[in-house]
């Protein structure tokens, strides 16, 4: 019937949206359907401040634990929002090749401007359901 599934051994295809605002730009984001994604997703309204690492991401530890499943992703693209371990929100602005594993919760629609946004060092974060 050409309708694309988008999730894997679930029936619940609810594309959940959000968005993050980052000083005064936003944008938008689809979250996967997966049990770290909904976990993520019952912790918004969420203002966090992201730290720099590697010129390449910022990340946010949650003071608690969610759900995880890593595995080998292999290549960043630019917007992923990921788990590494179960606490630490990973937003990455550069593509790249890694041997880290992550657990995919989610990708920004357009990561147009995401560098640029997010700068060099420390940022808030809002993250809000559309």
């Known amino acids: 019937d050409g309708k694309k599934i988008i999730t894997q051994q679930q029936n619940d295809t609810t594309i959940t949206r959000i968005k993050l605002t980052i000083g005064n730009t936003v944008f938008k984001a689809t979250l996967f359907d997966n049990t770290s994604a909904n976990a993520f997703k019952k912790q918004l309204p969420l203002t966090v401040t992201m730290k720099e690492l590697n010129g390449n991401e910022k990340f946010y530890f949650f003071p608690g634990s969610l759900p995880a499943k890593a595995a080998d992703i292999g290549d960043i693209k630019t917007g992923d929002l990921m788990l590494y371990g179960d606490n630490c929100l990973v937003l ?39």
Do not use: H, P, Q
């Open 92 to 130: 990455f602005y550069k593509s790249f090749t890694t041997s880290y594993s992550y657990t995919s919760i989610g990708k920004i629609d357009n990561a147009d401007g995401l560098e640029k946004a997010l700068g060099t060092g420390n940022v808030t974060i809002v993250f809000e359901l559309l």
